[in-house]
């Protein structure tokens, strides 16, 4: 098969997938879009394509074949074994244009002689197939017991925090190797086969996972608890910005509140009139509590805002295998907040997420009660949202508030289902 026949294989993907995921054909995808796409392949299937490589693909920017890494995603991802698996099928159910429109046999003789020819192809192409799923693939089972992994903190409890890697990849087959702190694809780095040390810094807590990752493909990931002794506050321009800015002068909790005040906003040298995402959190160390069975009540306003039009506060839990968070704002900019519980992205966009707009200048009490794998909302002490999930939380391992405004919190509870409290503070 050529390249221009492969391509137009590409193209017949791509539509299936846009028809899967309910986007129109000819529309553009948005960046958001794309994240939750991307997210959504990674959870699938395990690979991870970037979002400038995925960006290029749908926007039909590429003058050669993407990764078969990339294209095992896309076609796994819509239900397929494979890229092979995908392109067998579809020769079998409707050969490609570009094939019928070069090939003009010119007599029956000559017909005869191709369709020969074709059926040897197509057994040439099974018995293929059937090797490569005799063999085992990258990141199988196989595969993964090859691989060691494992990591060490050189400190206890201090922000930046240095983590020394080992790992050992010499066994497995792979075009490139890469490491990534977290979920944040900024933070991947190249690695070397026979170079089995690598010393990371991470500037945030919380429960990181850091994976190892070859042809795009994750390999095998490991649990990173970054922890601090109180909570912890610091800002960036983005979620992805690697560097935050700490607040390292003035007392976060003060006058029976949690929250930054304007004078440590300016001995920390914080511009609050650029764009800011603002971040407390609180992760000492992996609680005695299960992320599917617990209760979480908080209360909280934003203080300060700078001239924004859609202001937002988001309630997170940090835990073992995944998290979950709300956000809340104002009742005209619902269709730009989101939600997590474990395997469910919640989009605005796509969701009603109404009863979450209040007016964050003003308290607002909320509760997260999770029982058996079921989440239930509760704002003002009214039921507004209900979800349940699959994916196992594991245990909790921290708590945080984010904000694009100066954020007040007058009181935090975490208990099981017991009652018993887990973490409380009226500050």
Not at 88 to 97: A, D, F, G, I, M
Not at 99 to 110: K, M, V
Not at 123 to 130: D, F, H, S
Not at 214 to 238: M, P, Q, R
Request: charged share 25%; aromatic share 10%.
């Amino acid at each position: 098969m050529n390249p221009i026949e492969d391509k137009e294989l590409v193209q017949r993907c791509l539509l299936e997938l846009k028809k899967q995921m309910g986007y129109a054909e000819h529309i553009k995808l948005s960046q958001r879009d794309m994240e939750h796409l991307s997210e959504a392949i990674e959870a699938r299937t395990k690979i991870l394509i970037s979002l400038s490589t995925l960006k290029r693909i749908l926007n039909g920017q590429f003058d050669r074949l993407p990764q078969t890494s990339t294209l095992n995603a896309l076609t796994i991802f819509i239900g397929y074994t494979g890229w092979h698996d995908f392109k067998t099928r579809k020769l079998l159910e409707n050969p490609v244009s570009a094939l019928t429109d070069e090939i003009q046999p010119p007599s029956n003789q000559t017909n005869s002689r191709s369709k020969a020819w074709i059926g040897v192809g197509l057994v040439v192409l099974i018995i293929i197939i059937a090797f490569l799923l005799k063999t085992p693939l990258l990141g199988s089972q196989n595969a993964a017991d090859n691989i060691q992994f494992s990591a060490k903190q050189t400190s206890s409890q201090n922000i930046p925090n240095s983590v020394v890697f080992n790992y050992n990849i010499d066994k497995v087959e792979a075009d490139s190797f890469h490491f990534q702190q977290s979920w944040n694809e900024r933070t991947k780095i190249g690695i070397l086969k026979n170079s089995h040390t690598l010393t990371d810094i991470y500037y945030e807590p919380g429960y990181h996972k850091a994976k190892l990752i070859a042809n795009g493909k994750v390999l095998k990931e490991i649990g990173v608890n970054i922890t601090a002794k109180d909570w912890f506050c610091y800002s960036k321009a983005s979620f992805t910005e690697l560097r935050p800015q700490y607040f390292s002068k003035g007392n976060a909790i003060h006058d029976g509140v949690l929250g930054v005040t304007d004078e440590a906003i300016e001995d920390n040298n914080i511009d609050f009139q650029k764009d800011q995402i603002y971040f407390y959190t609180f992760c000492p160390k992996l609680m005695e509590v299960a992320g599917d069975n617990f209760s979480y009540k908080a209360r909280f306003r934003l203080r300060k805002i700078k001239n924004t039009l859609c202001p937002w506060i988001m309630t997170e839990v940090f835990c073992e295998n995944s998290f979950m968070y709300f956000t809340n704002t104002t009742p005209g900019c619902i269709g730009e907040i989101n939600a997590k519980i474990s395997e469910h992205e919640i989009r605005g966009k796509t969701t009603d997420l109404s009863p979450f707009g209040c007016d964050l200048m003003q308290w607002q009490d909320l509760e997260i009660r999770v029982i058996n794998k079921n989440v239930t909302i509760y704002l003002a002490h009214k039921k507004i949202f209900e979800k349940p999930y699959e994916q196992s939380l594991g245990l909790i391992a921290g708590i945080g508030f984010t904000s694009n405004g100066i954020c007040e919190v007058d009181k935090v509870s975490l208990e099981d289902l017991k009652g018993r409290v887990v973490y409380g503070s009226g500050f």
